[in-house]
C-alpha cells in the first residue's frame, strides 16, 4: 500500500477525439486514446430545422449534440423566448455547452442518463419531442416518453465509427495501466475488439454510468467500478478513493 500510495494511478482513458481529462489530470497520470470518432451526418441539421416549430421539447442528451446544432441556436432562442419551445439537457457537460451557445436550459434530471431524463420530464406532459442524437442511441428515452403519450420525433445526428488502430494500440497498452475509463458503451466494443481477454484484464475498469457498466458486463469484465454521479469528475473522485484503498462501495451502481 505505500508503494502504491507514493504515486499516481496511471489511468488510460478512452473518449472520442478532442476531450478533455478534466479534474482527472489533477488526480492520475491520464493517457487519453481515441478509440471511436464521431461523423456528423449531413441531413440531420436540416430535418431538425425543419421540426423544431411544431416541437414543445427539445432533448440533448451530449455535449457533441449542442456544438452539430450550433448554427440553429438563434432560432432555439427564438422560438424560447415566444414560450413555444423548452430545452432538456441530460447532464451538466451538455447544459454547459447549450448555455455557450446562449441557449437557456430549462431542464436537467437529478440522475445525469437518459432514462431519467425521460421519467422526470414525462411528469412536466410534453406533447412533441425534438430528439437529435447518435445513430445508435439506446431506446429507454424515446420508449419511455411514448408510454406517457408524447410523440418523439428522434433525428440521427451522427455516427460513432470505431477507429480500429487506435482501438489496436490502446488495447496493447491497457495492462500498463491500473484503470481503464470507458465512456460510452460503442467504445467498450471498438476497445474490446483488439482486446484479447476482459474477464481477468491487467487493469480495474470504470464505467462512466451504468448503461457503459451494463455494455461492460455483457463483453465480460467484472464488476467495474461506477460512480454515482455519472461525470468524468465523478470518475476522478471515485478513481482517487479506489487507490487510496477506501469507499470502493460507494461508487458502484447496484
Known amino acids: 500500500m505505500a508503494a502504491r500510495l507514493g504515486r499516481r494511478p496511471h489511468v488510460l482513458l478512452l473518449r472520442p477525439p478532442g476531450s478533455e481529462p478534466g479534474r482527472l489530470a489533477q488526480t492520475a497520470i491520464v493517457a487519453h486514446i481515441p478509440v471511436v470518432e464521431v461523423e456528423p451526418l449531413p441531413q440531420a ?46 447532464g451538466p457537460k451538455t447544459r454547459r455547452a447549450l448555455e455557450e451557445l446562449g441557449i437557456r436550459v430549462d431542464y436537467t434530471p437529478r440522475e445525469y442518463r437518459g432514462a431519467a431524463l425521460a421519467e422526470e420530464l414525462a411528469g412536466l406532459r410534453p406533447r412533441r419531442v425534438l430528439l437529435p442524437r447518435s445513430e445508435k442511441a439506446i431506446p429507454e428515452l424515446p420508449l419511455i416518453l411514448r408510454r406517457h ?27 500498463l495501466f491500473d484503470y481503464v ?17 476482459p474477464r481477468s484484464p ?35 473522485d471515485l478513481i482517487a478513493r479506489h487507490w ?11
Not at 49 to 73: F, M, V, Y
Not at 149 to 165: C, D, F, M, N, S
Open 45 to 90: 441539421i436540416p430535418e431538425v430545422e425543419k421540426l423544431l416549430e411544431g416541437s414543445d421539447w427539445l432533448i440533448l442528451t451530449s455535449p457533441r449534440a449542442p456544438r452539430l446544432l450550433a448554427d440553429l441556436a438563434p432560432k432555439v432562442k427564438k422560438l424560447q423566448e415566444e414560450g413555444r419551445l423548452r430545452v432538456a439537457a441530460v
Open 149 to 175: 403519450g408524447a410523440e418523439v420525433a428522434e433525428i440521427p445526428l451522427y455516427r460513432v465509427t470505431p477507429l480500429h488502430r487506435m482501438a489496436e494500440a490502446a488495447a496493447r497498452a491497457a495492462d
Open 181 to 197: 475509463v470507458f465512456t460510452s458503451p460503442s467504445i467498450a466494443e471498438a476497445f474490446t475488439r483488439h482486446y484479447p481477454r
Open 202 to 236: 491487467g487493469f480495474t475498469p470504470v464505467a462512466i454510468g451504468p448503461t457503459t457498466a451494463a455494455r461492460l458486463r455483457e463483453l465480460g469484465y467484472p464488476e467495474p467500478l461506477t460512480p454515482r454521479r455519472y461525470t468524468l469528475d465523478a470518475v476522478a
Open 244 to 254: 487510496r484503498g477506501g469507499e470502493e462501495e460507494e461508487g458502484k451502481e447496484g
